[in-house]
């Protein structure tokens, strides 16, 4: 078989994915080397005839296990979905594969994007290790012991960075993607919620689930998310053509900034930051400074309650979505005989789910109880609204999908460029609060803290509650060492959180190249 450059990058991906098995970022036998090399082949010969079918013509892309395809099994690395087959792919798979793209395999993750480490009690934190596949491992490990990956879509991060794949598609419900990035010294893109079709996707929790692409470069990640984003009648939470066309009438504004206005939250300014990334997050808003752009202190006081609201939507959503897997409907039924008391499918739920999500459908089965949803869910669903209006109050450009005061035209001039002023384009924060830590030290946790691990998603769940475009960009640092640091814009505009992390990854890169680890010379208003 003759392959040109497309096929030789694909012939080293596979390569890769031999070399890196034991790292168990591939759910098993996904990959069939002869069907892709075949791919890859037709792509180069559409790339010397001239008829290329898109810009990914040709590459590898990996797929999150929760995402269906048709020609591949879907567990979302549960017992329950074991050996399932759907008999659909997901929208964006079509997309890809219309693209020319070639499916890499599917990845592992946390059972249904809800991880755990076992013998861990505080907290439901995902680390890619709650999987019928077993652990995702970090290429890092000391004595066979394992830095994490983060989750859920750990092995979409992984294979990225191992070289395994061009780009890989992951799910992001809290920081299921950018956190993962951030570990893993990848780049990490959650589009703003109803830019990408859902149709396909096993869902978790509706409201804030959300297809991201991971990639080695924000180039990468772009070029995916621009042939799987835009309108899916299938999915009722798409955004429609017609508004999109709004949003971006309405964003049009974007074309005109040179440089940006970054917003540093006060209440992200934690104690528990580790000192390292800290120090990357105020050397890499002073290359930014260099350059132009300008940094402004900012407040989001809902932050303090974005994580408790968090999780109890989430397993409130969840433990609705989950209800159809009870081996009549959906799923594996269980193989043990039930006990003559036993509902009928209490054996197969039991069995089927791991630990985790039984934990988190009772969570939210209480959460969604007559006693409990009015302390609970609706508080919870007032603390979300609180958290967008945090946003919108600090972002220059108003939310598009809001109804907004009607301005006079004498007025509306002076109004806007008052908002412009004091509001600001971006915000830049860490993606995660420490460095990736070691599998076992997850398991050596302190039990008397039941809240210690729920705050790793401080920084990634405020994004996800407002539905807001994010993306984590790696600071370039040598071994496990890695740190991310997140862009965040005003609901939409993705385009400008895609421009400002192309931006900060230039600065972060020119910064390396200087031998960037001097001290912080002056912190300004902004830390």
Not at 120 to 133: A, Y
Request: a neutral charge; hydrophobic letters at 35%.
């Amino acid at each position: 078989m003759s392959l040109g450059r497309i096929g030789q990058q694909a012939k080293q991906c596979l390569k890769n994915q031999v070399e890196y098995r034991h790292l168990n970022a591939f759910v098993p036998l996904t990959t069939c080397l002869e069907s892709t090399l075949q791919d890859c082949e037709k792509a180069d010969e559409r790339h010397q005839n001239g008829n290329t079918l898109s810009i990914i013509d040709g590459q590898l892309i990996a797929i999150k296990d929760n995402i269906c395809t048709s020609d591949q099994p879907t567990t979302c690395a549960s017992a329950m979905l074991q050996g399932f087959h759907s008999p659909f792919p997901a929208t964006v798979v079509e997309r890809l594969k219309a693209s020319g793209a070639v499916v890499a395999g599917k990845t592992n993750l946390d059972e249904f994007g809800m991880g755990q480490v076992p013998k861990l009690k505080s907290g439901p934190r995902s680390h890619s290790f709650n999987s019928i596949h077993g652990p995702v491992k970090s290429s890092w490990t000391i004595l066979e012991d394992s830095r994490s990956v983060g989750g859920s879509s750990g092995g979409s991060a992984l294979a990225v960075q191992t070289g395994q794949c061009f780009a890989a598609l992951g799910t992001d419900t809290g920081g299921s993607v950018r956190l993962p990035a951030a570990w893993t010294g990848t780049v990490g893109f959650k589009p703003s919620y109803g830019m990408v079709s859902r149709w396909g996707v096993v869902a978790y929790a509706n409201s804030l689930d959300t297809v991201g692409v991971i990639g080695r470069s924000v180039e990468a990640a772009k070029q995916v998310y621009n042939v799987i984003k835009g309108y899916d009648p299938r999915d009722p939470t798409s955004i429609p053509s017609l508004t999109r066309s709004r949003i971006q009438s309405h964003l049009s504004r974007r074309l005109t900034i040179k440089h940006f206005r970054i917003g540093v939250p006060r209440e992200y300014l934690l104690k528990e930051l580790h000192p390292f990334i800290h120090t990357h997050w105020s050397l890499a808003l002073q290359s930014l400074q260099r350059k132009g752009h300008s940094v402004h202190s900012i407040s989001l006081p809902t932050t303090k309650a974005a994580l408790a609201a968090y999780y109890v939507l989430a397993p409130a959503e969840a433990s609705s979505n989950l209800a159809k897997y009870d081996g009549v409907r959906y799923g594996n039924k269980a193989s043990n005989d039930r006990d003559k008391s036993d509902v009928l499918f209490s054996s197969t739920r039991g069995q089927n789910f791991g630990a985790e999500v039984r934990r988190r459908i009772l969570l939210g089965s209480y959460t969604l109880s007559s006693t409990a949803i009015n302390n609970y869910f609706i508080r919870a669903q007032k603390v979300r609204r609180l958290v967008q209006d945090d946003f919108n109050t600090v972002f220059a450009m108003k939310h598009p999908l809001l109804e907004h005061p009607k301005e006079t035209t004498s007025s509306s001039s002076s109004t806007k460029e008052a908002e412009e002023e004091n509001g600001v384009d971006i915000i830049i924060t860490p993606t995660s609060l420490n460095l990736p830590p070691l599998l076992s030290s997850l398991r050596d946790v302190d039990d008397g803290d039941p809240t210690k691990q729920f705050q790793e998603d401080v920084y990634t769940v405020p994004a996800s509650l407002a539905g807001l475009p994010a993306i984590s960009v790696p600071v370039p640092t040598s071994g496990w060492q890695q740190v991310g640091l997140q862009v965040m814009s005003q609901y939409g505009d993705d385009e400008m959180v895609l421009d400002a992390a192309r931006e900060l990854e230039g600065a972060l890169l020119d910064g390396a190249e200087a031998g960037d680890e001097r001290r912080i010379e002056g912190n300004g208003d902004c830390m």
